[in-house]
């Protein structure tokens, strides 16, 4: 697969990408008009209502306009990052989006860490003793693990490290550096449970298929150690499935980060998601919508890439 | 998006399927949480919506066996009808999903062509959207319901159904007794219906146990948050957020609805694994 081919691979994603986007965009519009009540109504959420706040309403948002203008004007401010104001605070939605990204963005970069290391660590591990004690615990607490919603797991962290063993906060984001990843570690490991689990029972899966290959028969026969069988011949072909879940597991941990921020009152994008459903802000929610469906559009754009260099057989086909 | 590309190893990974006495127990929780959801209210020793104001936060005692919520509610009771609300959405979303799933999976594995690739887009376009976060901008949108949660559930747990059953039935139409039926003139809603789909059937009914345990928790995340069922209701996402707080006070008010939707959700797990490698392998090769 030379340059030409990865040209042609890419902008097609990238056009879909662009499809999708002027989709979703259209969507989240809408979601103003889907609401209850005229788009007045809605964006005056209980404040009086005069003629001039209504006037003000209807030149802000260009409401004496037609729909598919309005739309227009919207998508225009929202690619320049400008989505309103919220109804709650009055204070402009981008603000607020961008003080609590980097909480956010660190839980869950936190989280991914602890799930990797201890999925595929402990994957591995069970593989390698397949059908034993270390197997079997580690098996067992997989099924609980998967059926065991990030809401609950956090609950039963903070009952146990929180309460009974006062070692860690019950609840906010600390005052930066160490202080806010000693906060966030009860929350990162509720939801990295999950998506641990899931890793897991993948890895030990393809862990189990590649170790019963001819080719780590005949690696361990020539006499080379665990260690270097694990890491020249297993895991590297290993991966290749455990890559392919990596778009659910993502989709893990933004559903499980919107959970986890509201059980531990953490100030980040979850938190705000909810607040701003909760209290109807839709010029809030509209914000936060494109941004978290932003992200995830743009991580299954660079799966799919991480596929292509991961996997040889995969270019062939592509080329 | 995230759409599987065929040539990497999509093998299914071994399911941890329990056997014998595991899978007895699991049968054994499942028909008790069966019975609470249908016979709760008249379990419960006392009303579960009736606030005793002058015991409010009260540890476990004779009277109220995990003590009280902050408006004196008995939890203990509370626990038990909520298993009601539990059952009922899920079983909604596995039964509706299992419908959709089938017809639409039967539909696209056998026709192929236009039929197939629509649906099959619609399935990618769905399967890489996360689900809370859409049931979460809904509420905000049209306001929070626990029925409009569970109707959306239907359409977002429908692809996973259909994907599955889609899969098995391309693996179904080439054998023998389907092109045997066709020569002899069966015509094809039948042969669909009656040949294909009991063929079929068991690996839908254990991903409807599947189905079953994520709307759990999805659900009872979303009352969670408030957005789900209605304030007050007995429901164990809702009590595990009444009573978060009182973790310091009555810890066993708060852990009781979270052991209540785990142990749920697993058993489910369980039985779904179970009834795949059981019914699957008294299928032979499928």
Redesign the interface.
Known sequence: MDWKDWATFVSKRLAALVVLFVVLSFVTFALMYVSPGTVVDVLLAGRPRSAATVHALNVEYHLDKPFMVQYWMWVRDALRFNFGSSIQTTLPVTDEIKARLPTSLLLGVYAYVLTMVSGIGLGVLAAFRNKRAVDRVVVAGTVVGLSMPSFVAGVFLLFVFAVQLPWFPAFGKGDGGLDTLWHLTLPAVALAMTSAAYVLKHTRAAVLGVLQQDYVVFARARGLSNGRVIRVYVLRNALIPILTISGVLFSYLIVGGVLVEMTFSIQGIGQLLVQSATAKDLPMLQGVVLLVSAVIILVNLLTDVVYLIADPRLRLKHG | ??R??E?????K??R?APRGLAIGFCFVVAGGILFLAIFGPLLAPQDPNAQHLQDVLAGPSSQHWLGTDSLGRDVFSRTIVGAQLGVLGPLVIAVGSFAIGNLLGLWAGYRRGWVDSLVMRWVDLMW??????VL??A??????SYWLAVGLLVILSAPFDTRIIRGVVMEQVPRPYVEAARTVGVSGRRIVFLHIWPNVAPVAIANSFLVF?SSL?AL??LS????GAPPGTPDWGLM??ES?AM??VN?VA??AP?LM??VT??V???IGDWFDEYLTSRMGAT
């Open positions: 998006m995230a599987q590309t040539i990497v190893s999509t093998r990974p071994r941890y890489s959207v996360p689900t809370l976060l979460v901008v509420a905000g949108a049209v306001g929070a345990a928790v009872a995340g969670f948050l408030g957005l595990l957020s978060q973790l310091f810890p708060t852990l979270a939707i785990v959700a697993t489910a797990n369980l």
